[in-house]
């Protein structure tokens, strides 16, 4: 199958500062890239979806301008979680579709572990 | 917010024996898909049926889709203890622009 990067596999940083967390599809063009958090003990949460060269689109309750995502090219998207709290610390995965022209296809990240101090 | 439910929440069984696990979600469909996910590590695509699928098979794992009572149900035959894991359905909402909307996920804890 398809190969999904994610980059940190782990960060912690203080409260106030800003991460930013890379998801590259390596092998072929994700067209479309969705950014999920899953806190401890609990299930995955879609935070967002973008399509490449637009604006991503937002699930209820998740706030657009703490957690900024770029779509730039067909194999990267990021996600930066601004001014990050304790609340923040979470597990974000990416998940990319659209791989070799199979819409129903979908290749998770291994994730990035987020602890903020 | 969460289409899927998945129950139980908690399964403890023997190494040898039969794990299922059901979920149950809202609305209409493309596809459902169970994913495996070991503590702290990411995700393992398990297997994708089809809304036009009632079953599929993949190794020691079946797979039961009834779109009329909107469930599923994962089974997992001869555990062993490496298939300790969460184990979490997700589906693919018909019009949902191909994202995944994940169940609350069953524990499976396989003892020796």
């Known amino acids: 199958g398809a190969v999904v990067s994610q980059h940190p596999s782990r960060v912690i940083c203080k409260s106030g500062t800003s991460v930013k967390i890379e998801c590259r599809s390596l092998?072929?063009?994700?067209?479309?890239m969705f950014w999920y958090r899953q806190f401890p003990k609990q299930s995955l949460m879609l935070m967002a979806t973008?399509?490449?060269?637009?604006?991503?689109?937002?699930e209820q309750g998740v706030e657009k301008d703490k957690f900024l995502i770029n779509h730039a090219s067909l194999t990267l998207s990021t996600l930066t979680v601004t001014s990050a709290h304790p609340e923040d610390s979470s597990f974000y995965i990416c998940?990319?579709?659209?791989?070799?022209?199979?819409?129903?296809?979908?290749?998770f990240g291994p994730g990035t572990r987020l602890l903020v101090l | 917010s969460q289409q899927g439910e998945e129950d139980p929440q908690a399964l403890s069984i023997q190494e040898g024996e039969n794990a299922t696990m059901n979920c149950s979600y809202k609305?209409?469909?493309?596809?459902l898909q169970w994913y495996r996910q070991n503590s702290g590590r990411g995700l393992v695509h398990l297997i994708l049926?089809?809304?036009?699928?009632r079953e599929k098979h993949s190794g020691r794992l079946r797979v039961t889709l009834d779109t009329s009572k909107k469930s599923s149900s994962l089974l997992i035959t001869a555990s062993r203890a490496a298939d300790t894991a969460s184990y979490f359905c997700?589906?693919?909402?018909?019009?949902?622009?191909?994202?995944?909307?994940f169940g609350t996920g069953t524990q499976l804890k396989v003892e020796l």
């Open positions: 998940c990319a579709s659209g791989a070799g022209g199979r819409v129903e296809t979908q290749y």
């Open positions: 092998d072929f063009q994700a067209t479309t």
């Open positions: 973008s399509n490449e060269g637009s604006k991503a689109t937002y």
């Open positions: 609305t209409s469909i493309n596809n």
């Open positions: 049926i089809r809304s036009n699928e």
């Open positions: 997700a589906t693919d909402v018909t019009g949902g622009g191909n994202k995944l909307t």
